[in-house]
């Protein structure tokens, strides 16, 4: 009898581990959870337990539970090598190259299982193994060494043409334009394989990676700038049930389409995911909460039912049991509406709090937004001033000499001739100077080692020497360095202002005031020119005014402009310190 049922155990066992194998296959995390909590190992043979560890460590990998997934591949390795199973061992060599990589903890080493990968598949001459090998090598180099791993992907694709494996050459397809989207900066080349893969994966039904196709597309026209495109792939992957890799999936999906709304201008929407973003990141923990605090309270109803019970019981005087129950069921009642009352008041806190929050999270996307532009802005500017002297600039100057070699010959022209060559000589030399002018106010940038008020000095005076213009800058309260970015920031402003003086104003005089009082920075820029009407001012030819309003803005400041025709023009910033 006790035989009979030794047999049946280990079949029942046998059969759970079948099991769960066909669950880690079709990336059922749930099911596969169920199955491991479950499951008898009491008499697991060698083998058994081995593969009991390689399936709880896929089982934990999809489940985003990679601590736990590490060790158990560990613990599989060591039992597979005991059997002398080389292809199992190579297979979590393979894995945890892969693991360890994308963890990217200085105490993990992902070299030494991908080498011995390698050297596995070299010596077994497996079309197979080798593909996985090289796409593996390619992906834990691709942050540092994006050609090498081109080179790698390139080498997967060769071998994998030995096989008839079309789902591993539609990942390759995908890492591919993973790689030309993120570190090549080749988007056509990326969309081109996006395509290749999806047909692939939806040829074969594979819907997690069709949705990964989704959001790869929707990465390369954000960098395009075409949003509406990029929050249209983003909609269709979330409409896709993920089965791998699904724990805060939807969270990570709504991040990135708050992020491409708000680079895209819609704020509105920008928030709504924002908050949705935020909300699926709370809500595990907030289910546990609630699941606690439905055990307190079912335990205290029961409690207070019981007392009621008791005093009922004790009391043999009805009318004193009465008045008593009387007194209780108001108090209770006090109690109830007063608990109420403070759990409204703790939700309206909470509610505020998580507005509150939300704000700040957007305001400092909006920042960094911000930071990147005054960035970009910095490069341009730079690489305009260098083209406009070492290009246009030579050129002029060359044709220059060619006129001023013509007038050592003037003698063999004709007066009329002689004029037009002085005319046009004139022209050329006006030009030059106009173009160094620019160059040279262009050019001017703030360095960290300066600070605002020496570059603004050093600004005015290049700027007063190339123009009919006397710039002075007078400065309050500047003897300490403010923060660098806010600096850039305030340096761009005044930059923008002095060169709307220059370009539109025909001002003979300028002054720049900058004052640090308390808690508040704040610039004034006057002109005698000729003024303008405010009022006729667009967003489009705005004179960089409306570049000037949205930088003030993101610095909770204001911009004040009082300007009067033929008398001059003065714009006033305030900038309060956070």
């Known amino acids: 009898m006790l035989f009979s049922l030794s047999i049946s155990s280990v079949h029942a066992q046998n059969l759970a581990l079948d099991s769960l194998e066909g669950f880690v296959e079709k990336m059922s995390v749930t099911k596969a959870l169920s199955v491991l909590e479950n499951m008898d190992t009491t008499n697991f043979t060698f083998k058994d337990r081995a593969n009991y560890n390689y399936l709880s460590a896929r089982t934990f990998q ?78 834990i180099l691709i942050d540092t060494l994006p050609n090498e791993t081109l080179r790698y992907y390139e080498l997967a694709l060769r071998e994998n043409e030995k096989t008839e494996d079309e789902l591993f050459k539609s990942k390759v397809h995908h890492n591919l334009a993973v790689l030309y989207s993120e570190h090549l900066e080749e988007p056509d080349s990326a969309l081109t394989y996006f395509d290749r893969a999806y047909n692939i994966f939806s040829k074969l039904g594979q819907a997690d990676y069709m949705a990964y196709v989704h959001i790869g597309r929707a990465s390369v026209l954000r960098r395009l700038n075409r949003y509406d495109d990029a929050v249209r792939e983003y909609k269709i992957a979330d409409t896709i049930p993920l089965k791998e890799f699904r724990r805060n999936a939807k969270s990570l999906l709504h991040g990135f389409m708050s992020d491409t709304y708000a680079e895209g201008g819609d704020y509105k929407n920008a928030y709504d995911f924002l908050k949705s973003h935020t909300q699926r990141n709370d809500s595990i923990d907030q289910a546990e909460q609630n699941v606690r605090i439905s055990e307190i309270q079912t335990k205290y109803e029961v409690e207070k039912k019981e007392n009621e019970n008791l005093k009922l019981k004790q009391n043999r005087n009805w009318l004193i049991g009465g008045l008593i129950t009387a007194i209780l069921l108001i ?37 960094l937004s911000l930071d990147a532009m005054v960035a970009g802005q910095e490069k341009e500017r730079q690489r305009i001033a260098n083209d406009l002297h070492d290009n246009l600039g030579s050129i002029l100057a060359t044709i220059k000499l060619h006129f001023q070699n013509l007038k050592i010959k003037k003698d063999r022209l004709q007066e009329q001739e002689d004029q037009l060559m002085q005319k046009t000589d004139d022209l050329i030399e006006e030009a030059y100077q106009k173009v160094r002018s620019m160059a040279h106010a262009k050019n001017v940038g703030l360095k960290a080692k300066e600070g605002l008020l020496p570059a603004v000095k050093n600004f005015a005076a290049k700027v007063s020497l190339a123009n009919k213009l006397v710039i002075e800058v007078e400065d309050h309260g500047m003897e300490e360095r403010l923060e660098n970015s806010l600096e850039i920031t ?55 005014l409306y570049s000037i309003q949205k930088r003030v803005e993101n610095l909770d400041g204001t911009l004040n402009i009082d300007t009067i025709i033929d008398k001059g023009t003065s714009v006033i910033i305030d900038i309060p310190m956070v």
């Open 331 to 367: 108090g209770l009642s006090f109690l109830a509406y007063s608990n109420q009352r403070k759990k409204k008041l703790l939700v309206q806190k909470e509610n505020q709090v998580q507005t509150e929050r939300l704000d700040v999270l957007l305001k400092g996307q909006e920042l």
């Open 62 to 139: 999809l489940n985003n539970q990679a601590d736990k997934a590490y060790d158990l591949f560990l613990k599989s390795k060591k039992l597979y090598t005991g059997l002398d199973s080389l292809a199992a061992v190579a297979d979590i060599n393979l894995k945890l190259a892969q693991m360890t990589s994308a963890l990217e903890q200085g105490n993990l080493d992902y070299k030494t299982y991908l080498d011995a990968y390698l050297s596995y598949a070299r010596n077994k001459k497996s079309a197979t193994d080798l593909s996985q090998a090289y796409m593996t090598a390619g992906s």
């Open 490 to 544: 305030l340096f761009r402003i005044i930059q923008e202002l002095i060169t709307n003086v220059v370009k539109h104003s025909k001002a003979s005089e300028s002054t720049i005031h900058i004052t640090h009082h308390e808690q508040k920075i704040n610039i004034m820029v006057e002109d005698n020119g000729i003024g303008f009407e405010t009022n006729q001012i667009s967003k489009k030819d705005g004179m960089g």
